[in-house]
């Protein structure tokens, strides 16, 4: 069967963003004109019709996601050049991560995304790319095997976390940092159980772990055991090996309940 749907070209080299640049805005999406205030739409009743092309990105979603097997989604900018060390840790941790016998999920851009699906071609094992339909060209990068285009970003994200095992976050942007605390507020809200959640880079995070245990749990807004969720390392098999162990000890219990 092929998932497969294309907003526009397939060719990475179509749009790569540059460090410190903002996003161009060519053209309108799907999620702003669902964003759009009351008042812009010509009817009241569009938003209601949007309802079916929702549901039909689900439904499209979980057919292609349900067949990937056990995964682990990896975020991280979009950014990062081949010739970066971060990207090549992260061909590394992926290539791990595929011979430990999971699937690789990204976003299916360039950067830290392309080095991920790199990682999984290396390693044998199934490269999803999940990308989504934004303002400018932008295309699947080529080490993707299962490509799923979507129109809406809360679709993507609820395929990010439902058909993964944890979360490896590379250093990012806006976009990495979206889906770092989404998945720290399903943790702690226990929507998801037994989730590892893991930071590579200790230098890049620092500041932000630091100002969470400082003013987040040092005023209360946060319990200070909402800081274990993360796991931080520098180390592609430290990493690794810290994802296969709560997967295993999670498949144990749930062998034994």
């Not at 430990?100 to 490269?127: V, Y």
């Not at 699947?140 to 299962?146: I, L």
């Amino acid at each position: 069967m092929d998932h497969t749907r294309t907003f526009g070209t397939k060719d990475p080299r179509a749009f790569k963003p540059e460090p410190g640049q903002p996003f161009p805005h060519d053209r309108e999406t799907e999620d702003e004109r669902l964003l759009e205030s009351v008042e812009a739409l010509e009817t009241i009743g569009k938003d209601a019709w949007r309802i079916f092309r929702i549901m039909g990105e689900f439904v499209e979603g979980f057919e292609a996601m349900s067949e990937i097997g056990a995964a682990i989604s990896i975020f991280g900018s979009a950014r990062v050049e081949p010739q970066d060390e971060m990207y090549e840790r992260c061909v590394e941790t992926a290539r791990l991560l595929g011979e430990a016998g999971f699937s690789i999920i990204t976003g299916g851009g360039p950067g830290i995304m392309e080095a991920a699906n790199k990682g999984a071609r290396l390693a044998g094992a199934t490269s999803v790319g999940c990308n989504i339909e934004l303002p400018f060209e932008q295309g699947m990068n080529s080490f993707v095997d299962v490509a799923i285009d979507f129109r809406y970003f809360f679709v993507r994200k609820t395929m990010f976390v439902k058909y993964a095992e944890a979360f490896v976050i590379f250093p990012g942007g806006y976009g990495t940092m979206d889906e770092l605390f989404e998945a720290l507020t399903l943790i702690q809200t226990n929507k998801i159980r037994d989730f590892p959640v893991v930071m590579f880079g200790a230098e890049y995070w620092r500041g932000l772990l630091d100002w969470m245990r400082a003013t987040m749990a040092g005023e209360g807004k946060i319990a200070p055991e909402d800081l274990d969720i993360m796991y931080v390392t520098d180390d592609p098999r430290d990493a690794v090996d810290h994802i296969v162990r709560s997967y295993r000890e999670r498949q144990a219990r749930l062998v034994g309940s």
